[in-house]
């Protein structure tokens, strides 16, 4: 089995930060791309960010500038970095990550956490 833990969410005002973390373990055989989405209250999911196994990453353009994403392969864990947050990044914020698991005969599957609540007040 694997596991996406996430931590590190919280209550911040306008213009703070929070460094989100996310840990997986279980039985994992590697690990492709790694990212973070938000789901805000009446609201799909939305993809925030994303890095891949050698490092490339991607943002939403909402959060260009402000949120930085890096991970540990060593850890098999992503970290975000929130600045300059403001209310409108009031969510739930899931890790998810591509996983090729021991358990799987080396078929990759989507992992998700639990989801951690970021609200950020005015």
């Known amino acids: 089995q694997v596991q996406l833990v996430e931590s590190g969410g919280g209550l911040v005002q306008a213009g703070g930060s929070l460094r989100l973390s996310c840990a997986a373990s279980?039985?994992?055989?590697?690990?492709?791309?790694m990212g973070w989405y938000r789901q805000a209250p009446g609201k799909q999911r939305e993809l925030v960010t994303t890095i891949a196994s050698g490092g490339r990453t991607k943002y939403a353009d909402s959060v260009k500038g402000r949120f930085t994403i890096s991970r540990d392969n060593a850890k098999n864990t992503v970290y975000l970095q929130m600045n300059s947050l403001n209310s409108e990044d009031t969510a739930v914020y899931y890790c998810n990550a591509y996983i090729y698991s021991t358990d799987t005969y080396g078929r990759g599957a989507d992992y998700w956490g639990q989801g951690t609540q970021v609200t950020v007040s005015s």
């Open positions: 279980g039985s994992i055989f590697s690990i492709d791309a």
